[in-house]
């Protein structure tokens, strides 16, 4: 059966700080990866999204990043982070782009 | 910007009664899902229906799309503590992406 990881769980960093955050899918080839974010009591915003090794979509601009150097692994970046970058962050991935997305259970960033 | 918009915003009931949330959107679309969220945690996929389907069942839960008011409804029937969560609904092109929705909060008291 397919699992999905995401790392860490909560994390809290300085304003100005690097960010990497990591998200692998296993059991399953070539999916369609995704990165959201959620604020406080929202619904969620597509960030970046992926539909293979090297192909990132970005939807928003913003001082994040995002990279696929494997075929299940999808990393969130930022070189500097700022306040509006605190958040809840949600890794996904489909089969296919309209179907039913699985996710993982989030990374709760703190930015001080 | 969003495609979906679920009404109500929040939701609160006593075990045993029905929910209904509403969900609506812009443009045409190959499907539309729901999903559900605990506090704190990732979202879990419900329920999809295809644009040509009108109704669609699983357990307790029932879902209505009418596209031409481009709306759909999810009820939860006879509804218990541990459905609290909030729920959001999403709709899908043929793109790669969903759209989803700014969710309702759902609070059932025992």
């Known amino acids: 059966s397919q699992t999905i990881h995401q790392w860490p769980a909560t994390l809290v960093q300085p304003v100005g700080s690097p960010l990497s955050l990591e998200c692998t899918v296993e059991?399953?080839?070539?999916?369609?990866l995704y990165w959201y974010r959620q604020a406080a009591g929202r619904g969620l915003q597509l960030l970046f999204y992926?539909?293979?090794?090297?192909?990132i979509s970005s939807e928003v601009p913003q001082n994040l990043s995002a990279s696929r150097p494997q075929d299940r692994q999808f990393i969130l970046s930022s070189k500097k982070l700022l306040l509006s970058d605190s958040g809840f962050y949600l890794c996904?991935?489909?089969?296919?782009?309209?179907?039913?997305?699985?996710f993982g259970d989030g990374t709760r960033l703190s930015i001080l | 910007s969003q495609q979906g918009e679920e009404d109500p915003q929040a939701l609160s009931i006593q075990e045993g009664e029905n929910a209904t949330m509403n969900c609506s959107y812009k443009?045409?679309?190959?499907?539309l899902q729901w999903y559900r969220q605990n506090s704190g945690r990732g979202l879990v996929h419900l329920i999809l229906?295809?644009?040509?389907?009108r109704e669609k069942h699983s357990g307790r839960l029932r879902v209505t799309l009418d596209t031409s008011k481009k709306s759909s409804s999810l009820l939860i029937t006879a509804s218990r503590a541990a459905d609290t969560a909030s729920y959001f609904c999403?709709?899908?092109?043929?793109?790669?992406?969903?759209?989803f929705g700014t969710g309702t909060r759902l609070q059932v008291f025992p």
């Open positions: 996904a991935w489909s089969l296919v782009g309209n179907q039913p997305q699985h």
């Open positions: 999403a709709t899908a092109k043929n793109t790669d992406k969903l759209i």
């Open positions: 229906i295809r644009s040509n389907e």
């Open positions: 992926s539909v293979g090794i090297g192909q």
């Open positions: 443009t045409s679309i190959n499907n």
């Open positions: 059991g399953t080839s070539n999916p369609n």
